[in-house]
């Protein structure tokens, strides 16, 4: 009775994409990181909902929209382990991971206050130089950080 | 964004760097020729540095290139809170190639990639300075007649050194073993020697300096050990008289050997090592501007045979 209850919290999808398992912590970060304060489209975000694999997850559904994998693989520097649900017509047509892509365009800042990244109005942009290791390469100052230690723009 | 660019010493493949030393030897041969006339060069210091500036200046001038630019950062635009990228883009309407040095990294990388004309990079904080590695090859070239599998000493500050770093990563083409000397908090850092590893570069690492220890060096590459470098006190007193060499030291070094420096020298070559033949640290200055010129040159487009 319960699960019913939380299932209904949030509402089924006609058309669009489902991001699920988003560890609770990273939501909105994840959120900030797809513009979706930006768009029009109907959005349902589902925060501390309980999860057996992450103990609390934050889920994400939004209506009519289709992501092409250069968008949502921006997600991967934060969320690795996400799930994708592609929704059309109520059913699941497809799921999809995510995977760390070889660059990080205007994601990630630079942790090196001397990088001109960190002094001019510009993107930064990072290569990803070991995905094993979640080691990152700043494009410009050549500065490497890991995975963990980075912030988001 | 334009590819003639020299930004790092790493984009230039085995070929190149043989390339541009073969032209920075015709230029050894004849330094004062008209190739460059009608060209503007842009020296735009954001960080002063004499010795590199008028190094680039004579180059472009003996080739019969004007010159313009600035040294002193507080009488540009900048100091106002123009960006880095109007600048550029302000100063490429005058000029024909941008020499620029910059006390933040990745500025000249950034400007290789908004410029419409080519970028020469002269140092961008403590990241790349190419064209020292290319002047610090070509004197190596020219006193061993190669490169190949040399025995290469670099003493000194290790840590902080971007001199030692690039021509470590230059050097990777050509077989050679190094000798790291260096105070045990100025050694080299980890990332590089596993990038020796990788690069199946062999390395030697030492903390003293003394003449059994320098006795098979091909090339003795001496840098500053600075006080400001140090957290320690103590080991500062300790190290700053021992990475010092002395005319003494070179009696049983090889005929061959040279002693270079990226200069300024401060005591870290003892004065009575300059009459000894082996000490090159001003040719090597010298050779600074061949270099160049051969840098200059190359981003413009100009090739070796225009120049035979």
């Known amino acids: 009775m319960n699960k019913n209850k939380q299932a209904l919290q949030v509402a089924a999808l006609k058309n669009g994409t489902v991001i699920d398992h988003i560890p609770s912590e990273k939501l909105f970060t994840v959120v900030s990181l797809l513009g979706l304060e930006h768009m029009g489209n109907n959005i349902t975000i589902g925060f501390n909902l309980e999860s057996k694999k992450l103990g609390k997850k934050g889920i994400i559904k939004i209506a009519d929209k289709f992501f092409c994998d250069e968008e949502i693989n921006r997600i991967s520097v934060v969320a690795p382990h996400v799930k994708l649900n592609i929704i059309r017509d109520y059913a699941v047509i497809e799921k999809k991971e995510v995977y760390m892509p070889d660059e990080l365009r205007g994601i990630v800042k630079c942790a090196n206050p001397k990088c001109i990244t960190n002094n001019e109005p510009m993107s930064t942009l990072f290569h990803v130089t070991d995905k094993d290791n979640g080691i990152i390469k700043c494009h410009y100052c050549e500065k490497e950080q890991k995975k963990e230690e980075i912030v988001i723009l | ?247 003494k030291m070179l009696e049983q070094t090889r005929p061959n050997l040279r002693i270079l420096h990226p200069l300024p020298r401060v005591n870290e070559i003892a004065y009575d090592v300059d009459d000894n033949p082996k000490a090159y640290y001003f040719q090597q200055a010298l050779n600074g501007v061949y270099a160049r010129q051969a840098i200059l040159c190359d981003v413009l487009g100009i090739a070796l045979q225009d120049i035979m």
């Open chain 2, 1 to 247: 964004m334009d590819n003639k660019s020299l930004v790092t010493i790493a984009e230039y493949s085995k070929e190149k760097i043989l390339y541009m030393l073969e032209m920075a030897k015709q230029f050894e041969k004849d330094p004062n020729r008209k190739i460059l006339e009608g060209k503007v060069v842009a020296t735009l210091f954001f960080e002063p540095s004499t010795r590199t500036r008028l190094s680039f200046e004579t180059a472009a001038n003996r080739l019969g290139a004007r010159v313009i630019g600035f040294s002193d950062p507080k009488a540009t635009s900048s100091s106002k809170g123009e960006t880095l990228k109007d600048t550029i883009m302000m100063v490429s309407n005058y000029a024909d190639v941008i020499v620029m040095r910059h006390h933040l990294e990745g500025a000249a990388r950034y400007a290789s990639e908004v410029a419409p004309v080519p970028i020469v990079n002269a140092g961008d904080g403590a990241n790349q300075h190419p064209s020292q590695t290319m002047l610090d090859l070509y004197s190596i070239y020219k006193t061993q007649k190669t490169l190949e599998n040399l025995n290469i000493y670099l003493v000194g500050d290790l840590k902080y050194g971007r001199t030692v770093h690039s021509l470590l990563m230059a050097m990777r083409h050509f077989n050679p073993t190094f000798h790291f000397i260096a105070p045990e908090e100025l050694k080299m850092p980890e990332e590089y020697k596993i990038y020796c590893k990788e690069n199946h570069i062999n390395y030697v690492e030492h903390t003293d300096f003394n003449e059994d220890i320098i006795a098979d060096a091909d090339i003795l590459y001496m840098t500053r050990v600075q006080r400001e470098r140090f957290t320690d006190m103590m080991e500062y007193e300790r190290v700053k008289n021992i990475y010092i060499l002395k005319n």
